[in-house]
């Protein structure tokens, strides 16, 4: 998590870390795509 400079909110996080392409459906993955 990373400490955050948006006002409503302390820290962020970035939903495709640890992340492991398992499969072919990892091509259509959502939160690369953020």
């Known amino acids: 998590m990373a400490i955050?400079?948006?006002e409503w909110t302390e820290?962020?996080?970035n939903p495709t870390t640890g992340?492991?392409?398992i499969s072919?459906?990892?091509k259509?993955?959502?939160a690369e795509t953020m």
């Open 28 to 30: 259509y993955c959502y």
């Open 19 to 21: 992340c492991t392409k």
């Open 11 to 13: 820290v962020t996080w």
């Open 4 to 6: 955050s400079n948006i």
């Open 24 to 26: 072919s459906g990892c």
